[in-house]
């Protein structure tokens, strides 16, 4: 966990998967409202260091698992859903 600036309590990193698709930055910035330090993002170390991941859903989710192959995002997922991190 990364510590607040005031240093008085940890905010959780969250991962948001950036697959350039759906409405990525209204996640991070709800994630945020509520404590979070949520950072938009398809580097897969981050990912794999995060508290918990989030993955932004979209209606045609077979464009939308495109698009992760095509970032380089599901090996990352697959070990995040594995992990007992929250997905």
């Given at each position: 966990m990364i510590m607040s600036l005031s240093g008085s309590s940890p905010k959780p990193l969250?991962?948001?998967?950036?697959?350039?698709m759906g409405n990525l930055r209204s996640a991070q910035k709800g994630l945020q409202f509520v404590g979070a330090d949520a950072r938009l993002t398809n580097d897969t170390k981050l990912i794999a260091d995060a508290?918990?991941?989030?993955?932004?859903g979209v209606g045609n989710f077979?464009?939308?698992?495109?698009?992760?192959?095509?970032?380089g995002l599901e090996e990352s997922i697959h070990n995040a859903v594995a992990s007992a991190r929250p997905f």
């Amino acid at each position: 966990m990364i510590m607040s600036l005031s240093g008085s309590s940890p905010k959780p990193l969250i991962a948001v998967l950036d697959y350039g698709m759906g409405n990525l930055r209204s996640a991070q910035k709800g994630l945020q409202f509520v404590g979070a330090d949520a950072r938009l993002t398809n580097d897969t170390k981050l990912i794999a260091d995060a508290d918990a991941v989030v993955l932004p859903g979209v209606g045609n989710f077979g464009a939308c698992m495109a698009a992760m192959r095509e970032a380089g995002l599901e090996e990352s997922i697959h070990n995040a859903v594995a992990s007992a991190r929250p997905f």
